[in-house]
């Protein structure tokens, strides 16, 4: 034993002890310490944003989708947006105000790009004219530039009290197709004047309304590159100088609403292979009245609709 543990002093191989721990512990909280200095020193990565447009689009989803390119707007570490559009359009007042939500994206200095999987038809096609390119795979549908509007059937006065005689009906038939086609020339001249450049087709081929397939729309100007999401969210980075990036995922739209019955103009002549569509719900969330509807939608209502196909 030696001097110092007679006299009651601290052994020395305590003292070293505590130095060999002290210097283990350091080891292995310098590197958690140093990325904890470094993480907070740190701005949150640059992103991408994907905002999906699925389903037929009504007043519902055109303002969720809004609300999604908002936030994007808003959030400093969004760079680009990347639009997944799978949709055969919808009524126009929703796909206008969806296509005035992406124009304000573009205006605020943020590129967009589009990226067509599955459909990409009338009122969708309208709401991604703000972005720079669109990318479409070979069976993508895109196309559709034209507006159905439908009337609802008149019927008996019965115990109806109205204030002019066109209170009720909405106007003639004759007015009902002048906004129609008011409204076709709208949907025409933002494709023209977004895209014209770009188009191999005339403004009356254009107004015929047509579908076509990804491969045929990327020959004649309706659509841009063939690719899928992923070539479309490399396209945004590069847009936005981005080398470093991560992906947001926004959530797709909710599609509460009633349904139409559409289909091809064959389908509807022969009552067959039809598909029910959700354009809207009941415009004042009771039954009984209806209004007259104009969509921007791929498909034929069953009856009592007027077209504007140039």
């Known amino acids: 034993m030696s001097a110092e543990d007679k ?3 601290t052994p020395t191989w305590l003292y070293v002890a505590v130095a060999v721990a002290a210097v283990l512990i350091g080891v292995f909280l310098a590197p958690q310490a140093m990325r904890l200095t470094q993480g907070a020193g740190q701005d949150t990565p640059d992103s991408v944003a994907v905002v999906p447009i699925e389903g037929p689009i009504t007043s519902s989803t055109s303002d969720q989708i809004s609300a999604n390119l908002r936030e994007a707007r808003r959030n400093d570490s969004i760079e680009a947006v990347v639009l ?17 939500a992406v124009n304000r994206t573009r205006a605020a200095g943020i590129p967009v790009v589009a990226s067509v999987n599955g459909q990409g038809a009338s ?32 019927g008996a006065a019965g115990s109806r009290i109205i204030t002019g005689p066109d209170k009720g009906a909405g106007g003639t038939q004759a007015e009902f197709r002048d ?20 188009l191999d087709l005339s403004r009356e081929e254009l107004s015929y309304a047509k579908v076509y397939a990804g491969s045929v729309a990327q020959r004649n100007g309706v659509a841009d590159e063939i690719g899928g999401t992923d070539a479309a969210i490399q396209r945004a980075a590069d847009n936005a100088d981005l080398e470093d990036y991560a992906v947001t995922r926004m959530d797709p739209p909710e599609q509460p ?19 029910t569509v959700v354009v809207e719900q009941s415009p004042f969330d009771y039954q009984g009245v209806e209004t007259p509807h104009y969509l921007a939608l791929y498909g034929v209502p069953e009856r009592g609709e007027v077209s504007a196909d140039g």
């Open 7 to 9: 006299a009651g002093g």
């Open 257 to 275: 609403g009633l349904g139409i019955v559409l289909g091809s103009q064959d389908s509807v002549r022969n009552d067959s292979a039809t598909r």
């Open 84 to 100: 997944d559009v799978d949709s055969p359009g919808g009524t126009v007042p929703a796909s206008e105000a969806l296509y005035l």
């Open 123 to 154: 009122g969708a096609y309208w709401a991604m004219m703000p972005a720079s390119r669109i990318y479409v795979t070979p069976g993508s549908i895109v196309g559709s530039v034209g507006v159905i509007g439908s009337q609802p059937a008149g």
């Open 179 to 198: 906004r129609v086609e008011m409204l076709r020339r709208q949907f025409v001249t933002t494709v023209m004047n977004e895209r014209g450049d770009r």
